[in-house]
T-cell receptor, first 114, second 112 residues
Framework: NAGVTQTPKFQVLKTGQSMTLQCAQD?????MSWYRQDPGMGLRLIHY???????DQGEVPNGYNVSRSTTEDFPLRLLSAAPSQTSVYFC?????????????FGQGTRLTVV | LAKTTQPISMDSYEGQEVNITCSHN???????ITWYQQFPSQGPRFIIQ???TKVTNEVASLFIPADRKSSTLSLPRVSLSDTAVYYC?????????????FGKGTTLSVSS
């Protein structure tokens, strides 16, 4: 049982490049989400999904796309990387049940855009 | 969106008990109170959840007064490894069908 797995752990991109951050969970959780965390800041929600085929925007969705074709995977795509997207990205998953507030987070992807 | 207020930072020494209080004056009747811990360079980790009175697990205790307008996370005998950011989440910050919404949290620094 691996929990939430994010790949890659580190990535350097040039401005304008595109890439996909991978997130996979093996707990059969309906709910998955992506956050970014800038130095000394809290976590800001980018996109989230409550099940396969369903996604929604969070607080800072611009410049990012997501899709949820399976329960297990929730990739985050950067369309055209910008230096402002330099950050640490975390993926999370949890059971979508009222009263369940326990989410599981991946170890993060540290992205630098130059 | 539910609003919580926590101290920005706290300092402690090894072996002391640390109490972090979170204010949530607008908590709704069926809202749970949840605390997360985030170590440097790691994702947040669920610590404890409660609805009323007291909850205890192997990591911490959570004290909730009768009016539920605040809660206190208690860490017994902290060590250097308890240095982390602690987040309090309430109500629509943790609703089913939506995302977890994190505030700025409390940065706890433990020194020897």
């Amino acid at each position: 049982n691996a929990g939430v797995t994010q790949t890659p752990k580190f990535q350097v991109l040039k401005t304008g490049q595109s890439m996909t951050l991978q997130c996979a969970q093996d707990m059969n959780h309906e709910y998955m989400s992506w956050y970014r965390q800038d130095p000394g800041m809290g976590l800001r929600l980018i996109h989230y999904s409550v099940g396969a085929g369903i996604t929604d925007q969070g607080e800072v969705p611009n410049g990012y796309n997501v899709s949820r074709s399976t329960t297990e995977d929730f990739p985050l795509r950067l369309l055209s990387a910008a230096p402002s997207q330099t950050s640490v990205y975390f993926c999370a998953s949890r059971w979508d049940r009222q009263g369940n507030t326990e989410a599981f987070f991946g170890q993060g992807t540290r992205l630098t855009v130059v | 969106l539910a609003k919580t207020t926590q101290p920005i930072s706290m300092d402690s020494y090894e072996g002391q008990e640390v109490n972090i209080t979170c204010s949530h004056n607008n908590i709704a009747t069926n809202d749970y109170i949840t605390w997360y811990q985030q170590f440097p360079s790691q994702g947040p980790r669920f610590i404890i959840q409660g609805y009323k009175t007291k909850v205890t697990n192997e990591v911490a205790s959570l004290f909730i007064p009768a009016d539920r307008k605040s809660s206190t996370l208690s860490l017994p005998r902290v060590s250097l490894s308890d240095t982390a950011v602690y987040y309090c989440l309430v109500g629509d910050m943790v609703q089913a069908g939506t995302a977890l919404i994190f505030g700025k949290g409390t940065t706890l620094s433990v020194s020897s």
